[in-house]
């Protein structure tokens, strides 16, 4: 009989072969991982010290464009969005915040706690927006008027700040009536040219993406499609009544339609705006951002009117031959009177039958309207109207400029070249000026929509109390009665001048000293080596140094969060809100 055959033993060792062979594969991946963990966090760190940087917004100084920590509002009548910085605990049980579109009252959610004063209550506020950072766009390019930037706060190095260049180097800035004006210097400081020049936010030469700058600026006085859905039952006596802003010449022509906006049955007619709408508030330019302040901290807004304004509507005409004329107010002439009064001269952008577009101002004797001959082109054809499809017509009159849009398209401009000496010279406008806001029609029946009216920033001069006394910024002209007060600035070698678009809010350029600037930055960014100063006022005040200067900011990637519910957690991303930062 067969023996069952008995497999030989493995040979010595080889059971303990395959386990060290498992140890070393073991060890080998452990290494591995940890190598790829050291190489994912020096291109993590390497990207965000080189490349992109994110940060977050503390503080309101650039609102609208961005927000920092704020209490989101949707207008219980006429649902119009709009956000508020949350400001300090008051005394009471309750906050309210006026809508800037039909200035109803509402009521926000708020925290009560009881203090030996009685009950104080604060608005719980959301987190300001999450944004990203370029931090290489300036090793190829100099810093852009107009570009917002993160850096280093001259006065605390530690501290990061956000606000938007309007001051380049080798200039000297003025302040003026909200604008911007410079001149050019030469390497030594002396000035090249004896005229200061108005600074356009919307020339090409001084950013590409001047279009898109001067739209993000743009905040609203009025836009026709936020009408209160119960004005009549919801009016708060003494506090809150209900008017449309645009009033017709002839009521019977005009139908109001709502949101719909505003039907024209007859042949001809116009609308005007009611500017008492701004008065109710006491001031012109309004910062809805700003209203559960006390008082604002870094300057008061004027309480006079502004010319820088854009008005758009949407035409939808029934047939053919329609019209239309968008009229402003503008100071055109180069002349005052005996008075330093600069006279307003109503100004129009015009689209005729024929489908010709043009820029026009009125003879204040005849009341004819003549084309502003050193506007591009004169008439430019943008085809005719057609019945039943719409089109939009824009008049934007800002930065001393003229410009007239159709269909999202700039098709004329015409500047508004004045010498330096009238702008010192005027005084600012007052509520006598008109500055009227009006839509003249002819070929109806035409429906209009969308009609919008907004205005400019406004960067402000004096600081707090806005009485005289009060101190003129860096760089600022304060205009009192025949007085001018104030000093403009220089900027020297790799030297800019920043500002907030929430002026009155916002710690910036303007406002600080000199003795305020760190000695380490005012040694290492502001003396040259033989010991000189790069700047000649006040030690360095108001100046950000090149080399301080962190990145331009470009995109909102996490906007603030939306609760879920009326009282939930706030877990819900905003994506409708992300978007890129002019």
Same mark, same amino acid.
């Not at 609203?220 to 645009?246: D, F, M």
């Not at 002839?250 to 709408?277: K, M, V």
């Not at 900027?491 to 380490?520: E, V």
């Given at each position: 009989?067969?023996?069952?055959?008995?497999?030989?033993?493995?040979?010595?060792?080889?059971?303990?072969?395959?386990?060290?062979?498992?140890?070393?594969?073991?060890?080998?991946?452990?290494? &591995?991982?940890?190598?790829?963990?050291?190489?994912?966090?020096?291109?993590?760190?390497?990207?965000?010290?080189?490349?992109?940087?994110? #940060?977050?917004?503390?503080?309101?100084?650039?609102?609208?464009?961005?927000?920092?920590?704020?209490?989101?509002?949707?207008?219980?009548?006429?649902?119009?969005? #709009?956000?508020?910085?949350?400001?300090? @605990?008051?005394?009471?049980?309750?906050?309210?915040?006026?809508?800037?579109?039909?200035?109803?009252?509402?009521?926000?959610?708020?925290?009560?706690?009881?203090?030996?004063?009685?009950?104080?209550?604060?608005?719980?506020?959301?987190?300001?927006?999450?944004?990203?950072?370029?931090?290489? !766009?300036?090793?190829?390019?100099? +810093?852009?008027?107009?570009?917002?930037?993160?850096?280093? *706060?001259?006065?605390? @190095?530690?501290?990061?700040?956000?606000?938007?260049?309007?001051?380049?180097?080798?200039?000297?800035?003025?302040?003026?009536?909200?604008?911007?004006?410079? %001149?050019?210097?030469?390497?030594?400081?002396?000035?090249?040219?004896?005229?200061?020049?108005?600074?356009?936010?919307?020339?090409?030469?001084?950013?590409?993406?001047?279009? $898109?700058?001067?739209?993000?600026?743009?905040?609203?006085?009025?836009?026709?499609?936020?009408?209160?859905?119960?004005?009549?039952?919801?009016?708060?006596?003494?506090?809150?009544?209900?008017?449309? @802003?645009?009033?017709?010449?002839?009521?019977?022509?005009?139908?109001?339609?709502?949101?719909?906006?505003?039907?024209?049955?007859?042949?001809?007619?116009?609308?005007?705006?009611?500017?008492?709408?701004?008065?109710?508030?006491?001031?012109?330019?309004?910062?809805?951002?700003? $209203?559960?302040?006390?008082?604002?901290?870094?300057?008061?807004?004027?309480?006079?009117?502004?010319?820088?304004?854009?008005?758009?509507?949407?035409? %939808?005409?029934?047939?053919?031959?329609?019209?239309?004329?968008?009229?402003?107010?503008?100071?055109?002439?180069?002349?005052?009177?005996?008075?330093?009064?600069?006279?307003?001269?109503?100004?129009?952008?015009?689209?005729?039958?024929?489908?010709?577009?043009?820029?026009?101002?009125?003879?204040?004797?005849?009341?004819?309207?003549?084309?502003?001959?050193?506007?591009?082109?004169?008439?430019?054809? !943008?085809?005719?109207?057609?019945?039943?499809?719409?089109?939009?017509?824009?008049?934007?009159?800002?930065?001393?400029?003229?410009?007239?849009? =159709?269909?999202?398209?700039?098709?004329?401009?015409?500047?508004?070249?004045?010498?330096? $000496?009238?702008?010192?010279?005027?005084?600012?406008?007052?509520?006598?000026? @008109?500055?009227?806001?009006?839509?003249?029609?002819?070929?109806?029946?035409?429906?209009?929509?969308?009609?919008?009216?907004?205005?400019?920033?406004?960067?402000?001069?004096?600081? $707090?109390? +806005?009485?005289?006394?009060?101190?003129?910024?860096?760089?600022?002209?304060?205009?009192?009665?025949?007085?001018?007060?104030?000093?403009? =600035?220089?900027?020297?070698?790799?030297?800019? #001048?920043?500002?907030?678009?929430?002026?009155?809010?916002?710690?910036?350029?303007?406002?600080?000293?000199?003795?305020?600037?760190?000695?380490?930055?005012?040694?290492?960014?502001?003396?040259?080596? &033989?010991?000189?100063?790069?700047?000649?006022? *006040?030690?360095?005040?108001? =100046?950000?140094?090149?080399?301080?200067?962190?990145?331009?900011?470009? #995109?909102?990637?996490? +906007?603030?969060?939306?609760?879920?519910?009326?009282?939930?957690?706030?877990?819900?991303? *905003?994506?409708?809100?992300?978007?890129?930062?002019?």
């Amino acid at each position: 009989m067969a023996q069952p055959q008995i497999a030989p033993n493995p040979p010595h060792g080889h059971c303990s072969a395959s386990r060290n062979d498992s140890k070393e594969d073991f060890y080998e991946s452990i290494r &591995d991982t940890l190598i790829s963990l050291a190489l994912a966090f020096i291109l993590a760190f390497t990207f965000r010290a080189y490349v992109v940087e994110a #940060f977050v917004i503390p503080t309101g100084s650039m609102a609208p464009t961005l927000l920092g920590q704020h209490a989101r509002v949707s207008c219980d009548q006429c649902g119009y969005t #709009f956000a508020v910085e949350p400001g300090k @605990p008051v005394e009471g049980r309750s906050r309210e915040a006026t809508c800037p579109m039909c200035h109803y009252p509402n009521s926000l959610p708020v925290r009560v706690g009881q203090t030996p004063r009685g009950p104080m209550s604060v608005v719980d506020p959301a987190a300001g927006d999450r944004i990203l950072v370029q931090k290489f !766009v300036y090793w190829f390019s100099d +810093p852009r008027r107009w570009d917002v930037v993160v850096f280093k *706060n001259p006065r605390r @190095p530690h501290q990061n700040y956000i606000k938007r260049i309007v001051g380049r180097p080798h200039e000297q800035l003025w302040l003026v009536e909200g604008r911007v004006y410079t %001149r050019p210097l030469d390497r030594d400081g002396d000035p090249l040219e004896r005229d200061y020049r108005i600074a356009r936010k919307t020339d090409p030469d001084e950013n590409p993406q001047w279009e $898109q700058v001067q739209r993000a600026l743009w905040q609203p006085i009025y836009h026709s499609e936020y009408v209160p859905l119960n004005p009549e039952e919801a009016q708060v006596p003494g506090r809150w009544t209900w008017s449309l @802003p645009w009033q017709a010449d002839d009521d019977e022509a005009w139908q109001f339609r709502g949101a719909a906006g505003y039907q024209l049955d007859s042949e001809r007619g116009r609308l005007r705006f009611d500017w008492d709408h701004a008065r109710e508030r006491g001031d012109w330019v309004w910062y809805p951002y700003n $209203q559960l302040h006390a008082k604002t901290q870094f300057g008061s807004p004027p309480r006079n009117p502004m010319e820088d304004l854009r008005l758009a509507a949407t035409f %939808r005409p029934d047939g053919e031959g329609l019209a239309v004329r968008l009229g402003l107010g503008a100071r055109l002439d180069d002349e005052l009177d005996d008075a330093s009064r600069q006279e307003v001269v109503p100004v129009a952008a015009r689209v005729d039958a024929e489908g010709r577009a043009s820029l026009q101002r009125r003879d204040e004797q005849s009341g004819e309207w003549h084309t502003l001959d050193g506007s591009e082109g004169h008439h430019v054809d !943008v085809g005719t109207w057609r019945p039943g499809r719409s089109r939009r017509v824009e008049l934007w009159s800002v930065d001393q400029e003229l410009l007239l849009w =159709v269909d999202g398209r700039c098709v004329n401009r015409y500047p508004i070249d004045l010498s330096w $000496q009238t702008v010192r010279d005027r005084r600012p406008l007052t509520w006598e000026d @008109p500055i009227d806001a009006e839509i003249e029609v002819e070929g109806g029946p035409v429906t209009l929509f969308g009609v919008h009216l907004d205005r400019d920033v406004y960067y402000t001069s004096v600081r $707090q109390p +806005p009485e005289t006394t009060g101190r003129v910024g860096t760089g600022a002209m304060a205009k009192d009665g025949a007085e001018r007060r104030g000093e403009p =600035v220089k900027l020297g070698r790799d030297l800019y #001048f920043t500002l907030g678009d929430n002026s009155p809010l916002s710690d910036d350029s303007r406002f600080w000293t000199g003795d305020q600037t760190d000695p380490w930055v005012r040694h290492e960014y502001l003396t040259d080596p &033989d010991g000189s100063m790069l700047v000649e006022q *006040n030690e360095g005040a108001g =100046v950000v140094p090149r080399r301080m200067i962190m990145g331009r900011a470009f #995109f909102v990637y996490f +906007p603030a969060t939306l609760p879920a519910g009326e009282d939930g957690w706030r877990i819900f991303p *905003n994506f409708g809100d992300m978007r890129f930062i002019r």
